[in-house]
């Protein structure tokens, strides 16, 4: 018989943030996949429990990911962890997920913490819809489309960010969000919990020395293009965001959305462009 796999929720920091039934599945499994066994041991050790462990990280190999779904083909029932919070999210278990749901194997998620939520849940900041972007690509090219993303994004934003990064992202805040309000959510759940609001000028400002894990919460952009683009033309609306930097995709789909059309529209004006 196939077994299944399990996505447990685990702490982002204070261990009595964990729901009974992820103790109980976590007791009941046979084997659990961590990012870092020595990180999830210690989450094991408080709860009394002892478990066979199997480490899965973003350096993992293929022949590890199949290995494991054997496993589960084979009979055995497996938890997924992270090292903190909600696996799949930001985390190398997203892998396995898409692999199992290929095998055709049941994937549960047993709920729980998620830094992002409990970020912006406390930052005052709109939480009626989100845009999540994990964290902001190392690549020049990339980075610079989500920042563009930022810019332009009519909802709350978050990212996560390492303590090393967090004033080189400040920096590149500064110019794609102005004025815009900006929290950021330090260690959540821990001894040094700590919300820190302001543009992301006055963030970098007065920052200090970062250090812990860090959710930074963006509000929306809302300057209103209407009259902006109003007496432009399709090419002269295209040139506006192409001089932005934006890419053909994300140009279509910004002129869209100003113009309150359907993509396929532009898409027709600029398909040989």
Not at 25 to 50: F, P
Not at 89 to 95: K, L, R, T
Not at 137 to 147: G, S, V
């Amino acid at each position: 018989m196939q077994g299944k796999i399990y996505l447990v929720a685990t702490p982002i920091g204070n261990l009595e943030d964990i729901t009974l039934r992820a103790i109980r599945i976590l007791k009941e499994v046979d084997i659990i996949v961590a990012e870092d066994t020595r990180q999830t041991l210690k989450l094991l050790n408080h709860l009394e429990i002892s478990k066979t462990m199997i480490s899965y990280h973003r350096h993992s190999t293929e022949d590890k990911k199949l290995e494991i779904i054997e496993k589960v083909n084979s009979g055995k029932n497996i938890a997924i962890v992270s090292d903190a919070g909600t696996p799949v999210i930001s985390d190398p278990g997203e892998e396995l997920v898409i692999e199992a749901l290929k095998s055709g194997i049941e994937v549960i998620p047993i709920p729980g913490p998620c830094a992002l939520i409990a970020g912006l849940i406390a930052s005052g900041i709109d939480a009626k819809e989100f845009l999540f972007l994990g964290f902001l690509p190392l690549n020049k090219k990339t980075r610079k489309e989500k920042l563009k993303e930022i810019e332009f994004a009519k909802t709350t934003t978050i990212i996560y960010e390492a303590p090393h990064k967090l004033k080189t992202t400040l920096m590149d805040l500064v110019e794609v969000t102005k004025n815009r309000k900006i929290v950021i959510a330090k260690e959540i759940t821990k001894i040094h919990e700590k919300y820190i609001s302001g543009t992301a000028k006055e963030l970098l400002e007065n920052l200090g020395e970062p250090k812990g894990e860090f959710v930074i919460i963006i509000d929306k952009n809302e300057e209103k293009n209407e009259n902006i683009f109003e007496n432009m033309t399709l090419e002269e609306h295209y040139e506006y965001y192409e001089k932005k930097g934006l890419d053909k995709k994300d140009i279509i789909k910004q002129i869209a959305k100003d113009r309150e059309v359907k993509k396929d529209e532009i898409y027709k004006k600029f398909i040989k462009k």
